[in-house]
């Protein structure tokens, strides 16, 4: 199974930028949707970036739109999550996924463990 390496996580104060990095060696993008997730109060994560294979569009929750930016490489199969701006509620762990052309709406398949980000007031 191939799988998703996040790295990237640190301690940043408020207004702060982190770069996070998803290397995916196993994966061919051409077919895939992917995106990054974070995990909420309780076990539930929720989408923060996804981009679309079906419509080729980017999707962005409306607490990170204008501050994040999802993108990838292609050639070196890793995807990134740009933080700007980061505030102290942006703290939890990020995690980035991999699925099908409907992967965004319809759940991904492939996930990597995760990495933390904390964000001090």
């Known amino acids: 199974e191939a799988q998703l390496v996040e790295s990237g996580g640190g301690v940043v104060q408020t207004g702060g930028s982190l770069r996070l990095s998803c290397a995916a060696p196993g994966f061919t993008f051409e077919d895939k949707s992917f995106g990054w997730w974070r995990r909420e109060t309780g076990p539930d994560e929720i989408p923060v970036a996804c981009?679309?294979?079906?419509?080729?569009?980017?999707y962005y929750h409306s607490d990170v739109k204008g501050r994040f930016t999802i993108s990838h490489d292609a050639a070196n199969r890793t995807i990134y999550l740009q933080m700007d701006n980061l505030k102290p509620d942006d703290s939890t762990v990020y995690s980035c996924?991999?699925?099908?052309?409907?992967?965004?709406?319809?759940?991904?398949?492939?996930w990597g463990k995760g990495t933390l980000v904390t964000v001090s007031p």
């Open positions: 981009f679309s294979r079906h419509d080729g569009k980017i």
């Open positions: 996924a991999a699925g099908g052309p409907s992967g965004c709406t319809t759940g991904m398949d492939s």
